[in-house]
């Protein structure tokens, strides 16, 4: 079992950052990403990062605007987002793949976050 649970969101805007975390609890090893859904979207990818730190992909929205990282002993992931833009508004979770896949894809993770806001005002 994995515990995950998210921090950092809030109101920014444009061009502002932000820096999302999301703390881990339980077995070891997954690799983890952040995913958002914006209102009346599907859920999105935005960042995966393996447990090593050492591997990291990102949807071609975010790139270069935003940076997914992980602490040392792997616990925490972080998101930092520069630049947002009013489309980056949405909840944002957190999610592990005990497989370690670096997948874009939802059904790939086993855990999940609760989620946290994200209000990006023009």
């Known amino acids: 079992q994995v515990q995950l649970a998210e921090s950092g969101g809030g109101l920014v805007q444009a061009g502002g950052s932000l820096r999302l975390s999301c703390v881990a609890s339980g077995r070891t090893s997954y690799s983890m990403a952040w995913f958002r859904q914006g209102p009346g979207k599907e859920r999105e990818f935005v960042a995966t990062?393996?447990?090593?730190?050492?591997?990291?992909f990102y949807a071609d929205s975010v790139k270069g605007r935003f940076t997914i990282s992980r602490d040392r002993a792997g616990n925490t992931a972080y998101l930092q987002m520069n630049t947002l833009k009013p489309d980056d508004t949405a909840v944002y979770y957190c999610a592990a793949d005990l497989l370690e896949r670096l997948s874009q894809t939802t059904n790939d993770y086993h855990y999940w976050g609760q989620g946290t806001q994200v209000t990006v005002s023009s």
């Open positions: 990062i393996s447990w090593s730190g050492g591997n990291t």
